[in-house]
């Protein structure tokens, strides 16, 4: 494939896998499980766009500003988001969200999540 096309896969790259990834804060792991990866399969010439696929243990996060514009797609596993305002929702396989650079409030992980990610951070 070319720098400018990229296949994301639900495994990560075909031959390497996924990598151990630490964006989840230790303390937010919710069981003795605090496993987490991840593959980033695209960047864009500008290095300010980028996609893959992210798996983690379930965990419990404060989010003051979430700093990057996010697309996801769930593959499996549960996340529930809640704004500052109470209003939460929940998504499951198949679902996709957006979230927003300026989003704060809960991120909820209820059941080990993967999903496929495309992120654009601020210029």
């Known amino acids: 494939m070319s720098a400018n096309l990229a ?3 639900p495994n990560g790259d075909p031959q390497s896998g996924m990598k151990p ?5 230790p303390e937010a792991f919710l069981t003795g499980d605090h496993s987490e990866t991840s ?3 695209f960047t864009n010439w500008q290095g300010n766009v980028t996609a893959g696929v992210w798996e983690c243990a379930p965990c ?10 996010e697309l996801c797609t769930v593959i499996s596993g549960s996340v529930t ?3 500052p305002d109470g209003h939460a929702e929940t998504f499951g396989p198949g679902d996709s969200f957006a979230i927003g650079q300026d989003f704060k409030g809960t991120w909820h992980i ?3 999540l993967k999903k496929f ?3 654009v951070e601020p210029k």
Do not use: C, F, P, Q
């Open 7 to 9: 296949r994301l896969l």
């Open 21 to 25: 990834s630490t964006l989840t804060n």
């Open 39 to 41: 593959h980033t399969a």
């Open 60 to 69: 419990k996060e404060e989010i003051e500003r979430y700093g990057v514009d």
């Open 81 to 83: 988001i809640t704004g």
């Open 110 to 112: 209820t059941e080990t």
């Open 117 to 119: 990610w495309m992120i």
